[in-house]
């Protein structure tokens, strides 16, 4: 991200998912209990290309040829292009069979291995964390699963982190990012998630926000928009809504969080940063409709409080371009991003973090407790001062 540096000098911006795969015979190299006989697979990257040339784009006027652009007509999503690529998984040393049983673990080990079926010599592998290191192996029985030859491969690092749950657009974690908090400072992955409406979420996705822990379903939509139980919710997992409604047309208050003295933005800001400090006990998923302005505004405020850089707050913010959202690019003083940065850089303090906590702490009246706890439980090994 260090290569966006001049992105605002031009302002003036796993929890484990099921694997599936085809199963291995009795004849292979390892028994998972260490690394002799694994197979190394090297460093696999869950970022379409559309996506590592965004990153890596050192023109930020050229993104905009081509980042995908949304049809006004078109409501149906057509131009979505926020779906991560999954790993694949294979195995073609296995038997052939009806049946694969695949298990997938985060040690060699295999202790707390997720175990799935398939039906073919590979499987795509969503949702893994960024710069995890991951092990596998198949076999045609569970059986044979102990002697089944293992495989690793470790995750890019990139952030951000894009998830796949199916029905769901913009669907990405705030964890993966480096913070400035502390010495090599990295957010901690698998407890904010950031999304567009959970409406048309099927059942595999169901199954996937159970298996990433997700408990709490934010919805800033109008108050008149937010169900009284969430889509995201299955028999066997219950989601908490949690309603915090910024009405629409409040474009130009949320930066400060109020809208004359009828509306109090601020206060829903507390809110929801008081939900966001119990994360690690009930991860949260926040949206509103397309997951891009009133989503964006809070994750900003979130990862500008974390010390994750103005550069970061703003390519995460722009990254909603890959959903089909209309643009949100950084057109000259207009945009929303750049009036924040600039409302921002006014600030007393001496860093971004800095700055960004004063301001949630000064305007929308969120205690240091709240926001010290917020930053302990997503940077690991920040400590607040005595």
């Not at 965004?54 to 930020?60: I, K």
């Not at 400035?180 to 407890?191: D, M």
């Not at 004359?260 to 829903?268: E, G, L, V, W």
């Not at 945009?335 to 700055?355: C, H, P, Q, V």
């Amino acid at each position: 991200m260090k290569k966006q540096l001049c992105l605002f000098f031009m302002l003036g911006a796993l929890t484990l998912t099921g694997c599936g795969g085809n199963g291995g015979n009795g004849g292979s190299t390892s028994n998972g209990g260490g690394n002799e006989g694994v197979e190394d697979l090297g460093v696999k990257d869950i970022h379409t290309d559309l996506m590592k040339q965004y990153l890596a784009d050192e023109d930020w006027e050229s993104i905009k040829t081509y980042v995908p652009t949304v049809n006004a007509e078109d409501s149906s999503y057509h131009n979505d292009q926020s779906q991560p690529n999954p790993i694949e998984l294979n195995y073609d040393e296995v038997d052939d069979a009806d049946k694969y049983y695949v298990q997938i673990a985060k040690n060699a080990e295999f202790t707390n291995a997720k175990l799935v079926e398939a039906n073919t010599k590979a499987y795509n592998f969503y949702n893994s964390e960024i710069g995890q290191e991951y092990y596998y192996r198949a076999a045609v029985s569970e059986d044979a699963l102990n002697a089944a030859k293992v495989y690793k491969f470790k995750v890019n690092d990139t952030a951000p982190r894009f998830l796949h749950i199916d029905g769901v657009i913009n669907f990405r974690d705030s964890g993966g990012w480096k913070s400035s908090l502390i010495p090599n400072g990295v957010t901690k992955q698998g407890l904010y998630y950031r999304c567009a409406k959970f409406d048309s979420i099927t059942a595999e996705g169901k199954k996937a926000i159970q298996e990433l822990g997700i408990k709490v379903d934010i919805d800033m939509r109008d108050s008149y928009q937010v169900p009284s139980k969430s889509p995201a919710s299955s028999d066997d997992w219950e989601v908490e809504v949690l309603k915090a409604s910024v009405a629409s047309g409040t474009e130009n208050y949320r930066w400060e969080g109020k809208q004359n003295s009828s509306t109090d933005i601020a206060q829903t800001y507390k809110k929801i940063f008081e939900a966001i400090a119990v994360a690690d006990e009930k991860p949260i998923a926040l949206h509103c409709t397309h997951g891009a302005d009133r989503t964006g505004i809070v994750s900003w405020f979130l990862l500008g409080l974390l010390g994750v850089s103005k550069e970061d707050c703003a390519r995460d913010y722009v990254m909603t371009r890959f959903a089909g959202e209309r643009a949100v690019l950084p057109n000259g003083n207009s945009s929303e991003i750049a009036k924040w940065n600039t409302k921002t850089e006014a600030l007393e303090g001496e860093t971004w973090a800095d700055k960004t906590y004063k301001h949630l702490h000064d305007d929308f009246n969120i205690s240091d407790d709240t926001l010290e706890t917020i930053r302990e439980k997503f940077v690991p090994g920040y400590t607040r001062a005595a």
